[in-house]
C-alpha cells in the first residue's frame, strides 16, 4: 500500500501511531513490526530486546529512539506502540509496552531540517533480508498521535477493526490477521486484509502462517507497495 494514502502527507497530519500484538520467537535477532519504505521510518524489536523507532531527515540523517533497557522478552505476547509527531524537528518518538509509556533515549541525532520523503515498498516482519521468526496480530496504523489513554485502552480491550475505528477517523489501516471467515473473509498465507475500510491490503506475502489465535507466525515478510502514498512528504 502507497503509505502517502495511508497517513497523508506533510501538510496534513504529520503523525503516525502503530500498535500490535507481538511475540519474537527468537533469540539474538532484529524484529521488524512495520518498516516504511527504505528505513525511513520504522518500528522494531532489536536483537537485546530494546523496543525501537527509526526517522529519517533531511539533516541529521537517520534518528533513532529506543527504551533505556530490554523490554521485551523472548517468547512472551506484549502489546507494542508507538506514537511520533514529525510536525516539528524536537518532536521525540514515544514507545510503549502493555499499555506503559515508557522512557526513551534519542541516538544518532538530533533530527534537523525536513522529514525526509518515505519511498518504496513498506513491510512487516522483514526489511531488504532481514527476518526473524516472530508472532504479529492486531496491527494499526493511525495518521495521528493517540493519546496515553488511547493506547492503554487498545491494550487493555483487545480492540478489534470497528472499536479501532471508534477511537479515530484517522484510522489508516488495521491488519488482524483473522482466521475468522465473518466481515471481508480470513486472512490468508496468500493474502492479509486490511480491515479499517480503507482496502489496503498487502500486495505480496512470503512464509507467512495464520494461526487458530488469530496471529501471524511470520518468517519472511508481508509487503505493503510504495511506501510514498501513506507518507507524502
Same mark, same amino acid.
Given at each position: 500500500?502507497?503509505?502517502?494514502?495511508?497517513?497523508?502527507?506533510? $501538510?496534513?497530519?504529520?503523525?503516525?501511531?502503530?500498535?500490535?500484538?507481538?511475540?519474537?520467537?527468537?533469540?539474538?535477532?532484529?524484529?521488524?513490526?512495520?518498516?516504511?519504505?527504505?528505513?525511513?521510518?520504522?518500528?522494531?524489536?532489536?536483537? $537485546?530486546?530494546?523496543?525501537?523507532?527509526?526517522?529519517?531527515?533531511?539533516?541529521?540523517?537517520?534518528?533513532?529512539?529506543?527504551?533505556?533497557?530490554?523490554?521485551?522478552?523472548? /517468547?512472551?505476547?506484549?502489546?507494542?506502540?508507538?506514537?511520533?509527531?514529525?510536525?516539528?524537528?524536537?518532536?521525540?518518538?514515544?514507545?510503549?509496552?502493555?499499555?506503559?509509556?515508557?522512557?526513551?533515549?534519542?541516538?544518532?541525532?538530533?533530527?534537523?531540517?525536513?522529514?525526509?520523503?518515505?519511498?518504496?515498498?513498506?513491510?512487516?516482519?522483514?526489511?531488504? /533480508?532481514?527476518?526473524?521468526?516472530?508472532?504479529?496480530?492486531?496491527?494499526?496504523?493511525?495518521?495521528?498521535?493517540?493519546?496515553?489513554?488511547?493506547?492503554?485502552?487498545?491494550?487493555?480491550?483487545?480492540?478489534?477493526?470497528?472499536?479501532?475505528?471508534?477511537?479515530?477517523?484517522?484510522?489508516?489501516?488495521?491488519?488482524?490477521?483473522?482466521?475468522?471467515?465473518? /466481515?471481508?473473509?480470513?486472512?490468508?498465507?496468500?493474502?492479509?486484509?486490511?480491515?479499517?475500510?480503507?482496502?489496503?491490503?498487502?500486495?505480496?506475502?512470503?512464509?507467512?502462517?495464520?494461526?487458530?489465535?488469530?496471529?501471524?507466525?511470520?518468517?519472511?515478510?508481508?509487503?505493503?507497495?510504495?511506501?510514498?502514498?501513506?507518507?507524502?512528504?
Amino acid at each position: 500500500t502507497r503509505w502517502n494514502a495511508l497517513v497523508g502527507t506533510g $501538510n496534513s497530519n504529520s503523525a503516525l501511531t502503530v500498535t500490535a500484538w507481538f511475540k519474537s520467537t527468537m533469540d539474538n535477532s532484529t524484529s521488524y513490526i512495520v518498516n516504511f519504505g527504505n528505513d525511513d521510518m520504522a518500528f522494531f524489536v532489536n536483537n $537485546n530486546g530494546l523496543l525501537a523507532f527509526l526517522a529519517t531527515w533531511s539533516s541529521g540523517g537517520s534518528v533513532y529512539w529506543r527504551t533505556i533497557k530490554p523490554v521485551v522478552p523472548v /517468547g512472551q505476547l506484549v502489546h507494542v506502540a508507538v506514537t511520533y509527531d514529525y510536525s516539528s524537528a524536537s518532536n521525540n518518538a514515544k514507545l510503549y509496552l502493555n499499555g506503559v509509556e515508557y522512557t526513551v533515549l534519542e541516538l544518532s541525532g538530533p533530527p534537523a531540517g525536513s522529514f525526509s520523503a518515505v519511498s518504496g515498498d513498506s513491510f512487516m516482519g522483514e526489511f531488504d /533480508g532481514n527476518h526473524s521468526n516472530q508472532q504479529l496480530s492486531n496491527v494499526g496504523i493511525w495518521s495521528k498521535v493517540l493519546s496515553s489513554s488511547e493506547i492503554k485502552r487498545i491494550y487493555d480491550g483487545g480492540v478489534s477493526p470497528t472499536e479501532a475505528l471508534s477511537l479515530s477517523e484517522d484510522l489508516a489501516a488495521y491488519y488482524q490477521f483473522t482466521s475468522d471467515d465473518s /466481515g471481508l473473509g480470513r486472512d490468508t498465507s496468500a493474502q492479509i486484509l486490511d480491515r479499517s475500510g480503507n482496502n489496503r491490503h498487502s500486495t505480496a506475502v512470503s512464509n507467512v502462517t495464520i494461526s487458530r489465535e488469530d496471529s501471524a507466525t511470520l518468517v519472511e515478510a508481508i509487503v505493503f507497495p510504495s511506501a510514498s502514498e501513506i507518507f507524502g512528504v
